[in-house]
């Protein structure tokens, strides 16, 4: 993640720790176990009405693989490049527009700075709609609302980091897949619990030791949300913990700095960026 997003986040967080309710000391730092606790798959959610569009999203998606720009796009967040602003038109049905839902409290694949968009999935939807020919509109929304809102016919297509599930085509058709991702755990950087932990297995056997008593925030309506509550359509058993939800992963870290919760559970990309921005500090 490049330096100067992660400084800006950092910053945007500072004075969310000196307000906390309890707030531990903001020298404190946190850190991500590195072991993937689940294997899913991104796609793009395409309304369902308009199979032209997935045919033609399909058909950018290989050639922007095939090409590099992909590869391009990621170097500027995982890499030495420096992320694009991408912006967005106003909504105007008398124009030929591509309306794309997102929840740009994700990143590093959306987020905003300003009134301008970052991020992997923003920088595609502007590639997709010059690929279409179409003026680019982003519609920023709640994480739990981005697939309905394309289910609904209000967005055209869904760009948010969305992992492929049963539960999600019942609002959309998804597109080919075009990034492997995971959940991973976040925890206080002198926190112990999982330092011997070597695979999965050994992570979910110390999970499942664990009650109510102990609180494990995730995102609204992500992966992480279904692994810790127990799933049986995302074919997640859960735990007994107690799961809070929060709007983005960088309000849950946010929390458990705070004290109020013990443990993250948050997709790998962003876990690495909150935490080195957390630790920038």
């Excluded at 906390?20 to 993937?36: F, L, P, R, Y």
């Excluded at 300003?114 to 680019?136: F, P, S, T």
């Excluded at 959309?172 to 926190?191: C, R, W």
Aim: with cysteine.
């Amino acid at each position: 993640m490049k330096k100067l997003v992660a400084m800006l986040l950092a910053l945007s967080m500072a004075a969310a720790m000196l307000a906390g309710c309890g707030a531990k000391e903001a020298s404190e730092k946190v850190k991500v176990i590195d072991i993937d606790l689940t294997s899913e798959e991104y796609a793009f959610g395409v309304d369902k009405t308009q199979p032209e569009l997935l045919e033609q999203t399909n058909a950018f998606i290989a050639q922007i693989m095939d090409d590099g720009t992909f590869d391009e796009i990621c170097d500027r967040y995982f890499g030495d490049g420096t992320p694009v602003a991408v912006e967005s038109a106003k909504l105007d049905e008398s124009k030929d527009q591509l309306v794309v839902a997102t929840n740009a409290a994700f990143e590093p694949f959306e987020y905003t700075e300003g009134d301008k968009y970052y991020g992997i999935d923003m920088e595609i939807a502007a590639a997709l709609a010059d690929y279409l020919g179409q003026e680019l509109v982003i519609q920023n929304m709640d994480f739990d609302a981005v697939c309905l809102s394309v289910g609904q016919q209000k967005c055209d297509i869904a760009m948010a980091g969305l992992t492929v599930n049963e539960e999600r085509k019942e609002y959309v058709t998804f597109t080919t897949s075009y990034y492997n991702a995971s959940q991973k755990l976040i925890v206080m950087e002198d926190d112990t619990t999982f330092d011997k932990c070597t695979d999965v297995a050994s992570v979910e056997e110390i999970l499942n030791g664990f009650d109510a008593k102990t609180k494990i925030g995730v995102q609204n309506g992500t992966t992480g949300q279904f692994y810790v509550e127990g799933d049986a359509d995302w074919g997640f058993d859960g735990f007994a913990v107690t799961c809070t939800g929060y709007k983005n992963g960088s309000m849950a870290v946010q929390d458990m700095i705070n004290g109020n919760i013990d443990f993250v559970i948050i997709d790998s990309a962003p876990a690495a960026a909150i935490t080195e921005a957390i630790n920038a500090l």
